[in-house]
């Protein structure tokens, strides 16, 4: 049984953050499920009273039940209100017979996404980097490495490598690093991928917030833009137990 009070407190939105406060509802409500102040099959206070005990319109509290509901770890059942799911493990199937984004996935799923970034710097490239990319030893490439979230949960860590012609240091790069390349009509259109299984060392299961040694997805991938350029050089760590991926045979 769910204490209402220290519930409601848990989740107060604060009016320091800059983050939207749908945003903030949602990430409390994730936050209080993995912590078990929520516990699997425990019914959710009414949208009405958790508007108005954490004076917040109805709106935003649907929104951001909603983009619970979404990923699985709410339900809504009829006559019994939103119910924490009974399996709160989130698992995304991703398609290989379509190229996007991480960013575009989550946007095309409905879901909020976002990222931090780790490094972000331009340099000489490395003879690997060079071979990949096609370019020449005295060139610079861009690299950025981030962690990718979903609500507050880690998903994959990528380290992306563009080179500097077309991506410099003061380009600006928001959420989707494709986004920036079709704006310069330089986005990938085919990739070739490697995907392989392997445990997560130290340093990686920091970063994804799993234990040493847990499973993880290396996706290594070089995408050409419509000219056959190399464009990307990018390697993914997804998480074993949020990802799987599909294959369509025809």
């Not at 409500?29 to 005990?53: T, V």
């Amino acid at each position: 049984m769910t204490d209402n009070n220290n519930l409601i407190n848990f989740l107060m939105p604060s009016n320091d953050s800059s983050e939207s406060l749908y945003k903030q509802l949602s990430r409390s409500l994730n936050s209080a499920i993995q912590q078990g102040l929520l516990a699997p099959g425990d019914a959710l206070i009414p949208e009405r009273e958790l508007a108005s005990k954490l004076n917040l319109s109805r709106i935003t509290v649907r929104k951001a039940i909603d983009q619970l509901v979404d990923i699985g770890m709410l339900i809504k059942r009829q006559g019994a209100g939103t119910v924490v799911s009974e399996s709160v493990d989130l698992v995304l199937h991703k398609n290989l017979s379509s190229l996007n984004s991480f960013s575009a996935d989550m946007k095309k799923r409905g879901l909020e996404s976002y990222s931090r970034i780790i490094l972000r710097e331009e340099g000489k490239v490395s003879p690997k980097e060079a071979l990949i990319l096609n370019l020449n030893e005295d060139d610079f490439v861009h690299r950025l490495n981030r962690v990718r979230y979903l609500v507050n949960e880690p998903l994959l860590y990528e380290i992306a490598v563009i080179p500097a012609s077309i991506i410099s240091i003061t380009s600006a790069i928001d959420e989707s690093l494709y986004e920036l390349l079709e704006s310069k009509k330089m986005n990938p259109v085919t990739a070739k991928q490697n995907i392989h299984a392997i445990i997560a060392d130290d340093n990686l299961a920091d970063k994804l917030e799993v234990s040493p040694g847990s499973a993880v997805l290396f996706v290594e991938r070089r995408g050409k833009d419509s000219n056959g350029r190399v464009v990307e050089y990018t390697q993914s760590y997804y998480r074993g137990d949020r990802y799987d991926y599909v294959v369509e045979l025809g």
